[in-house]
């Protein structure tokens, strides 16, 4: 028999909840269209990771100031990753940044990453900039 595994992920918090009670149907009946047998097995893990509004304005002055407006990309597209991040931001807001390390390699968690030790530098100015503006 052909098996095939596929994945899905859900791009907002908003969204988490909503549709998965019918997927189970959806994925069923489309399997006896093309009669194929189908299991669903669904794990809600942790939610996408949302960014809080006021710490992405806090965290775009400090990239602006510490690396220059050129520098900085403000609505990316949403990616998987740091899903685990959003359990703290549910009790501390917060948000996910990037500081220029190559998105086209490995991840982060991925065993074969390769932090760019060039942009160490950027890091600091970043850090120095949210604790200017943050701290009286």
């Excluded at 806090?58 to 050129?70: C, F, K, N, Q, S």
Aim: aromatic share 8%; with cysteine; glycine share 8%.
């Amino acid at each position: 028999a052909n098996k095939r595994h596929s994945e899905g992920r859900v791009p907002s918090k908003r969204k988490s909840g909503i549709g998965w009670s019918n997927f189970g149907k959806i994925a069923h009946a489309t399997g006896a269209t093309f009669n194929c047998e189908v299991d669903v097995a669904y794990h809600r893990g942790c939610p996408p990771t949302v960014n809080a509004s006021e710490q992405v304005d806090i965290a775009l002055v400090a990239t602006r100031e510490a690396m220059g407006d050129d520098q900085v990309i403000e609505n990316i597209q949403p990616l998987s990753g740091s899903e685990d991040l959003f359990c703290m931001l549910e009790k501390v807001p917060g948000c996910y940044v990037f500081i220029g390390n190559d998105m086209t390699g490995e991840f982060v968690h991925a065993p074969r990453y390769d932090f760019n030790d060039e942009i160490t530098a950027r890091g600091v100015a970043y850090w120095t900039e949210i604790v200017r503006a943050e701290l009286p």
